[in-house]
């Protein structure tokens, strides 16, 4: 099957999977024109997107465009549920990025460290899911997990290839293995598996202290002398991934309410709530007591 064949057979599925998704939001909201508006823009951009590829896949640039894609959707997403409004566009958004997820995987099939990233994209939609409540938020999030714990193992076997750089392939295969843990000890606590705790107890210290050896041994490794493609591979098999754990266990650890994902940069703000429509007020000073 031809690389475009592909592209046009996701497409349809994303679409046929849209269209189930906007009909789920219509009935919930109980407004046709959510579907309507969101039909409008959805099915149009995406058809147009997947002619464009079919006539000119081969070009590298259209391929970064498709990658720049997947952040711009991403932030524009998060953005706009902030601001609290065009939910229609939030929802739009969170699609058209699912939509570039499908697309990049095919395009960089063999890039494991590249698709390593793509997939989180995914990770984040679910994560985002999961503190709207939505539908599906689980299975979205253990699918991503899962995928991305796929792709570190594969990135661990493939540290074995690099023979230029023992540094790079000691802590690429150690590191990727560390981080397929902690993302199945992730998954099986989401999902309430047996055995979520002791995996827990095993990989979060092994990732404090392997984070420590990366702290220390980095500077000392030439770093800086490394080629581009050196230093690609630990950004996006490692860096990345790295800090994206880093994140997740700060934010559901160390700022409350705890186990719960927050917004990147920024957490909710939280309005004072007025229970039986009663606003608060003060006791009046009288002999002395308050």
């Known amino acids: ?106 395009l960089h099939f063999l890039r494991f460290d590249l ?14 899911m ?9 299975i979205v999030m253990t699918i991503s997990m899962m995928m991305t714990a796929a792709f570190l193992i594969l ?3 493939k540290a074995f290839k690099i023979k230029d750089n023992r540094y790079l392939s000691i802590i690429m295969f150690s590191c990727s293995v560390i981080l397929a843990l902690q993302f199945i000890a992730m998954v099986w606590k989401l999902q309430h598996w047996a055995g979520a705790g002791i995996l827990l107890s095993i990989s979060l210290p092994v990732f404090i202290i392997a984070t420590l050896i990366i702290l220390l041994t980095l500077p000392g490794s030439n770093f800086l002398e490394w080629t581009i493609e050196q ?15 880093i994140y997740i266990l700060i934010t559901t650890t ?11 940069f920024f957490l909710r703000h939280q309005d004072k709530e007025v229970f039986f429509d009663m606003k608060d007020y003060q006791i009046e000073n009288r002999n002395g007591l308050e």
């Open 1 to 106: 099957m031809k690389l475009y064949q592909k592209i046009i057979g996701i497409t349809i599925a994303f679409l046929l999977a849209s269209t189930w998704v906007l009909t789920f939001l219509t009935i919930y909201y109980n407004n046709i024109n959510l579907f309507i508006i969101a039909s409008a823009g959805l099915f149009p951009v995406s058809l147009i997107l997947t002619i464009i590829f079919m006539l000119t896949y081969k070009n590298h640039m259209l391929r970064n465009v498709f990658l720049i894609g997947m952040p711009f959707f991403l932030v524009l997403g998060f953005i706009l549920e902030i601001i609290e409004s065009y939910q229609i566009i939030v929802y739009l958004s969170f699609l058209f990025l699912v939509y570039l997820v499908a697309v990049n995987i095919i």
């Open 130 to 138: 999961k503190s709207q409540h939505a539908a599906g938020a689980g």
């Open 115 to 128: 698709n390593l990233i793509i997939v989180i994209f995914l990770l984040v939609i679910g994560l985002y």
């Open 231 to 245: 230093k690609r591979i630990l950004l996006r098999g490692l860096l990345i991934p790295w800090l994206f754990i």
């Open 155 to 157: 990135i661990a076997v």
């Open 254 to 264: 160390l700022i409350p309410p705890h186990n719960e994902f927050k917004p990147f």
